[in-house]
Nanobody, 115 residues
């Protein structure tokens, strides 16, 4: 079994920055794609960013140029650096990891952008 632990959420003013982390642990043989999704209140969960095991990132249009996804394979960790945050970025952010050919989700971390 694989566990994902997220951290780094919180309350930030518009224009501010946050860095999310998601660490995978457990009986891990391989990790492929890693990514971040978010779900605002009353909305569907949506893709924010993903990164392949070859370090190739992709982003939703709404976050391009503001968010950066990265990974540390030695630590089985994926990061999301979020800059120039907007109120519409407010959501619960979830990491998703493909490990040992199975899909795992984190428990979610709240990000609130408000003045």
């Amino acid at each position: 079994q694989v566990q994902l632990v997220e951290s780094g959420g919180g309350l930030v003013q518009p224009g501010g920055s946050l860095r999310l982390s998601c660490a995978a642990s457990g009986n891990i043989f391989s990790i492929n794609a890693m990514g971040w999704y978010r779900q605002a209140l009353g909305e569907r969960r949506e893709l924010v960013a993903t990164i392949t095991d070859g370090d190739r990132p992709s982003y939703a249009d709404s976050v391009k140029g503001r968010f950066t996804i990265s990974r540390d394979n030695a630590k089985n960790t994926v990061y999301l650096q979020m800059n120039s945050l907007k109120p519409e970025d407010t959501a619960v952010y979830y990491c998703r990891v493909t490990a040992n050919t199975r899909l795992y989700w984190g428990q979610g971390t709240q990000v609130t952008v408000s003045s």
